[in-house]
Every structure is written in structure tokens, then in C-alpha cells.
T-cell receptor, first 114, second 113 residues
Framework: DAGVTQSPTHLIKTRGQQVTLRCSPKSGHDTVSWYQQALGQGPQFIFQYYEEEERQRGNFPDRFSGHQFPNYSSELNVNALLLGDSALYLC?????????????FGPGTRLLVL | AQSVTQPDIHITVSEGASLELRCNYSYGATPYLFWYVQSPGQGLQLLLKYFSGDTLVQGIKGFEAEFKRSQSSFNLRKPSVHWSDAAEYFCAVGAIDTDKLIFGTGTRLQVFP
């Protein structure tokens, strides 16, 4: 049973560019959450998708957007990249939003903005 | 506002020694509490979680944590540390209705042979 997978593993972009990160949830999971983990910090909640809609959002600007597909996979898009967007982006999946079922995290995508 | 504080940024212990990692939280209701471990270059792995009931929670890899409401704490313990336990440890509090997790800044554990 495959766990949460993310692609790509590493990415280098320049300021002002746009980036798309992808996440496939653990089999059977229907809820996907995205987190940003800056170097030396704990993960910070970006947003959560359930039933193909954004259900909750953290304190991130509109440059951060996402999408969930019918197969529950998800994308995180970041526009107009800033140096401060350099971080590890983690995807987490779970079953039945609000049930506090265990969230499983992927290995992350490390984004470097130059 | 909900928050999690991990007072110790870096802890060093000898292999075989006992371990306690501290976590304090701020939350308006009964919290859902978690400990995750992150090895270098890896994602987060759940060690244990507390939702309700027995305040002493057993997890994987020989870890346990105790919920103390009066102290707003959820400290992680292990009686005998192994070299493979060297990693970053994160405490988190969960929002009841959305599964959103709020993490502390982490404690880096170094284990000497």
C-alpha cells in the first residue's frame, strides 16, 4: 500500500516564477492538507482540500492556491515566487475530515527560490 | 490563539539514557495532541497521539507521552534512547473539526554512543 507521494522531490526556481507541486494521498484517503516548513521551523498549515474544495486556509497570501482532483490527488501552486518561499512543502492525507484520523505525511518537496 | 511551545531547541543524550522532550500548548478546549518525528530528508512520522481517556499514551518505537491538563503539557518520554532515535521531534495540537495541525518549532535530538 503506497503511502503519500509527492513530486518533484527538489525544485529550483527564480523570483517571480510560478511553481506547481503535486501530491497523491494514501490509498483510501479523501482529505489533503498542505504545509510549509521553513528551515529550522515547524510545519505551518497552508490549506486543506476535501471534496475538491478548499475547506480551510492558514495565514498565507493568495499567491498560494491549490486544487484537488476527483481521484483525491492535489496540487499546490505558488505564483510570483519570493525568496522567502524557499522551504520544504509537505502534503498530508487523512480519511474523513474532522474525524482526527491519523494524518500521513509525504516526504515533501524542497523548493529553493533564487 | 492556539499555539505549541517546545522550549528545548537541541538536546543531546548518551545512548541508553532516558529522554524527556517538553511540549506546552495553548488551546481553548480539550486538545488533540500529537508527537511526530522527522529524520533528515524525510517527511513526518506519527509517534503517538492523545484524543481522550488515559492521559498516558503509548506510541511506536518505545515512546510514551503524558497529557497534563493542569500544566498544559504533553511531554514525550523514552526510558532508553537508541542511536537511531536521533532526529527532529515535533509536538502538534489538532483542531477538533478540521484536522488542521499546529506545530511547535521542534526539538533536535542528538544521541552520542
Amino acid at each position: 500500500d503506497a503511502g503519500v507521494t509527492q513530486s518533484p522531490t527538489h525544485l529550483i526556481k527564480t523570483r517571480g516564477q510560478q511553481v506547481t507541486l503535486r501530491c497523491s494521498p494514501k490509498s483510501g484517503h479523501d482529505t489533503v492538507s498542505w504545509y510549509q516548513q521553513a528551515l529550522g521551523q515547524g510545519p505551518q498549515f497552508i490549506f486543506q482540500y476535501y471534496e475538491e474544495e478548499e475547506r480551510q486556509r492558514g495565514n498565507f497570501p493568495d499567491r498560494f492556491s491549490g486544487h484537488q482532483f476527483p481521484n483525491y490527488s492535489s496540487e499546490l501552486n505558488v505564483n510570483a515566487l519570493l525568496l522567502g518561499d524557499s522551504a520544504l512543502y509537505l502534503c498530508a492525507s487523512s480519511l474523513l475530515r474532522g474525524s482526527q484520523e491519523t494524518q500521513y505525511f509525504g516526504p515533501g518537496t524542497r523548493l529553493l527560490v533564487l | 490563539a492556539q499555539s505549541v511551545t517546545q522550549p528545548d531547541i537541541h538536546i543531546t543524550v548518551s545512548e541508553g539514557a532516558s529522554l524527556e522532550l517538553r511540549c506546552n500548548y495553548s488551546y481553548g478546549a480539550t486538545p488533540y495532541l500529537f508527537w511526530y518525528v522527522q529524520s533528515p530528508g524525510q517527511g513526518l512520522q506519527l509517534l503517538l497521539k492523545y484524543f481522550s481517556g488515559d492521559t498516558l499514551v503509548q506510541g511506536i518505537k518505545g515512546f510514551e507521552a503524558e497529557f497534563k491538563r493542569s500544566q498544559s503539557s504533553f511531554n514525550l518520554r523514552k526510558p532508553s534512547v537508541h542511536w537511531s532515535d536521533a532526529a527532529e521531534y515535533f509536538c502538534a495540537v489538532g483542531a477538533i473539526d478540521t484536522d488542521k495541525l499546529i506545530f511547535g518549532t521542534g526539538t533536535r535530538l542528538q544521541v552520542f554512543p
